[in-house]
């Protein structure tokens, strides 16, 4: 086992993988598309890696998701930011983009190499079944036609634990776990899993990945959180190394979903997949 860091982290103290340690195999392919900058064998002896980056689309760029992962993704590749919202002046700018509308997504997903699926309906503020219905199911099914379209292999799918009635009364062990959510949000995110599915079975050459998060937080909500509240949230770096190795992983093919929070105890979700699947591990940051 050897450390591997990124160059973010090295001169700007972002800890992507700073204390990041793995096998050679899973190595290499992490710094193949630009996740790892430096490897080190042996304290300080450290040599620079060759960095690969990705074009990424990324939808839902006005939201709190999008606004964590900026930073982490835009250390490493280029990024086209999408929303339907216009972007004030004074904040970060994205292209005014409905991911509803095919042929608007399909221009935007021309030449990139990968896509993240961040839109999300509102949970309390309009809580329509057919906003939701639209939103996580429709957008999510125009975004990997155009996916197919353009030949956009890699696919991320910003999922929830909401996927599962009552989530946070429970421990999760393993993510073949049948969803059984009732409420509207969490309903109509497994049905955009399903959506996933059946384009990953009907298009054998796609990776889609699921990642099922809880409640990712900004640095500023949870630097002031009570250290129990961590145990179900997700911290901004460990979401931003999460979403990086997700788009490391070479060789998948078809559809897998990952459990993921902050939580480095295991109490309440069991988490060896990602570790085993994406080299991923909470840091509780």
């Not at 997504?105 to 021309?110: K, L, P, S, V």
């Not at 996580?136 to 909401?162: C, D, F, P, Q, W």
Request: proline share 5%.
């Amino acid at each position: 086992m050897i450390s591997a860091c990124s160059k973010s982290a090295w001169k700007t103290d972002l800890p992507h993988l700073c204390d990041f340690q793995a096998p050679n195999s899973v190595l290499g392919r992490l710094a193949d598309v630009g996740y790892i900058h430096w490897i080190c064998e042996g304290g300080d002896d450290c040599r620079e890696v060759e960095r690969k980056t990705m074009k990424i689309l990324i939808t839902g760029a006005a939201g709190g998701v999008a606004r964590i992962l900026r930073p982490h993704l835009e250390a490493e590749h280029a990024c086209t930011w999408l929303d339907i919202l216009p972007p004030s002046p004074e904040g970060d700018q994205h292209l005014v983009v409905d991911v509803l509308s095919q042929p608007e997504i399909n221009e935007a997903m021309t030449g990139q190499d990968a896509v993240i699926q961040l839109i999300m309906a509102p949970l309390y503020s309009d809580p329509d079944l057919g906003k939701q219905l639209s939103v996580h199911v429709h957008g999510m099914a125009t975004v990997l036609e155009a996916a197919v379209k353009n030949r956009v292999s890699r696919v991320i799918y910003a999922s929830s634990l909401s996927v599962y009635h009552k989530n946070w009364e429970k421990h999760f062990d393993s993510e073949e776990i049948t969803p059984e959510a009732v409420d509207r949000y969490g309903l109509t995110k497994q049905l955009g899993e399903q959506v996933c599915r059946t384009f990953a079975a009907a298009h054998d050459w796609m990776s889609i990945i699921a990642l099922r998060m809880v409640r990712p937080k900004p640095e500023e909500k949870w630097e002031v959180k009570p250290e129990s509240d961590k145990v179900v949230g997700t911290g901004p770096k460990d979401l931003g190394r999460l979403y990086l190795a997700t788009l490391a992983l070479e060789g998948h093919h078809g559809f897998d979903a990952v459990h993921a929070s902050s939580d480095r105890s295991g109490k309440h979700l069991n988490m060896s997949k990602a570790k085993a699947f994406l080299g991923w591990a909470p840091q509780g940051t």
